[in-house]
């Protein structure tokens, strides 16, 4: 079970598979497989099983299950997402319950590096040293013994890395622009401005206030303008202020032109529904003429640099794509505390 996955490329299944002496699986996101000529590759050559992001997929469980009464490996990154940021997101619990089932042993695996060389809201491979290691073994014996809680405790703090480290030998330089950075900083600190933040080259800038800085060769923020020098900080800083604007009464209203709404199949297929603007609300989701309650929206997360998926309370499964790219993860975070929010004054 690999931590800290800060890559999307397929190169980590094929270094494994060359070192392992025996047949391992890996769970790999649906989307990469509805190209014919990947899924073949994928399945036939990576023993690759589909899972679906944004949605529960007891299909994907089962196919673990099956894989490891069989003998075989499975590999899997226990956070189910790339990182946007460099910090690793904490597993869910049902994680630990197929561990708990699975009565195998399980091998933690921290990554470190892989962030810096390829930041998942960046196109381009920055040049840099990733580092792989064994951080744990656990027995099926010891895994009996344990609660879910126990088994999740043990995996996290094996594989958490907070931040990552900043590169301070000149060697280590990043030779990427800035180019993208505005997937995750969708927030401006300065004026508060949703999806107002543009780059070019190493410059940052907010289209609504003025403010700008610059991304240097160290991976950091330099500014007179934006007080957050790492992306880590401002990122924890603008999901603060998306709860602060969830639990309170104000009107919101997050809009993106131009966007697809596509239905996912189970054969993998995408299917148009409509196109338009799309729109969150307190209280809806909605892409051109189509538009969902959230409380319908049962679960949300994203692929790629952002592209957002969503499953609902009818057993629908949904994709939202366009030419021109939008601030998904801004969607999932707001729709995420959103719900929160409203968990919270139920429970009150």
């Known amino acids: 079970m690999p931590g800290s996955r800060q890559s999307h490329e397929l190169f980590d299944p094929l270094i494994l598979i060359a ?9 790999a996101g649906e989307h990469l497989f509805r190209n014919p000529f990947n899924a073949w590759v994928l399945t036939r050559l990576m023993g690759c099983i589909p899972y679906t992001k944004g949605r529960q997929d007891a299909r994907a469980t089962y196919a673990i299950m099956k894989r490891i009464r069989k003998g075989q490996s499975v590999c899997l990154f226990g956070e189910g997402n790339i990182t946007y940021d460099g910090a690793t997101e904490p597993l869910h619990p049902t994680i630990g319950k197929l561990v708990k089932r699975l009565r195998c042993t399980v091998v933690t695996v921290q990554i470190k590096g892989a962030y810096r060389m390829k930041p998942r809201w960046s196109s381009w491979f920055c040049r840099g040293r990733v580092q792989c290691r064994v951080a744990g073994v656990y027995t099926p014996d010891w895994l009996e013994k344990q609660t879910v809680e126990g088994v999740i405790g043990a995996v996290n703090r094996d594989l958490y890395t907070e931040e990552p480290s900043p590169q301070e030998r000149p060697e280590n330089e990043y030779h990427c622009s800035a180019k993208g950075i505005w997937h995750i900083l969708y927030t401006c600190p300065v004026c508060g401005g949703l999806a107002t933040i543009r780059s070019k080259q190493r410059r940052l800038m907010c289209v609504r206030c003025g403010a700008v800085g610059r991304w240097t060769e160290h991976g950091k923020i330099k500014s007179d303008d934006f007080r957050f020098e790492t992306l880590y900080g401002w990122n924890r800083w603008q999901q603060g202020y998306l709860r ?21 199949m189970p054969n993998h297929k995408c299917q148009k529904i409509t196109q338009g603007t799309l729109s969150l609300t307190r209280e809806h989701l909605s892409c051109g003429t ?14 790629n640099k952002g592209v957002l998926l969503f499953s609902t309370n009818k057993g629908e499964y949904y994709e939202l794509a366009s030419a021109r790219e939008y601030p998904g993860l801004l969607y999932k975070t707001m729709f995420e505390q959103l719900k929160q929010a409203k968990t919270h004054m139920s429970a009150e």
């Open 19 to 27: 070192l392992s002496s025996k047949p391992v699986g890996f769970v």
């Open 244 to 264: 602060t604007m969830a639990e309170g009464n104000d009107a919101i209203c997050i809009r993106s032109p131009d966007v697809r709404l596509l239905r996912l």
């Open 290 to 303: 189509l538009q969902f309650k959230l409380r319908e929206i049962v679960q949300m997360d994203t692929r």
